[in-house]
């Protein structure tokens, strides 16, 4: 099994900037695509950016040119750089891992972690 632990939320105002971390931790695990979603109140939860094992990544078209999302393999550990927040990048914060185990044929699990908060003032 493995469990995510995040970091980094919290209150910023309008163009601040903030850096979510989220770490992997368990045995005998390999991490394929690691990424970021936010969920508002009342609204759906939404991808924000994703970053495969190759490197490759997406983001959403609000946050572009605005986010970077980054990992360090040796860590297990996804990052979000947030620039020039906005109020509207007000949301909880949920850090998403897609792993197998080692060794053998293995299925793809997914992985949430509990979210952390960020709130943009304006």
């Known amino acids: 099994q493995v469990q995510l632990v995040e970091s980094g939320g919290g209150l910023v105002q309008s163009g601040g900037s903030l850096r979510l971390s989220c ?3 368990g045995s005998s695990f390999s991490i394929n695509a690691m990424g970021w979603y936010r969920q508002a109140p009342g609204k759906q ?11 490759s990544t997406v983001y ?3 946050v572009k040119g605005r986010f970077t999302i980054s990992r360090d393999n040796a860590k297990n550990t996804v990052y979000l750089l947030m620039n020039s927040l906005k109020p509207e990048d007000t949301a909880v ?6 792993w ?8 793809t699990y997914q992985t949430w972690g509990q979210g952390t908060q960020v709130t943009v003032s304006s």
């Open 23 to 25: 770490l992997a931790s």
């Open 45 to 55: 939860r939404e991808l924000v950016a994703a970053i495969r094992s190759g490197g």
């Open 60 to 62: 959403a078209d609000s």
């Open 93 to 98: 914060y949920y850090c998403n891992v897609n």
């Open 100 to 107: 197998n185990y080692k060794g053998g044929y293995s299925p």
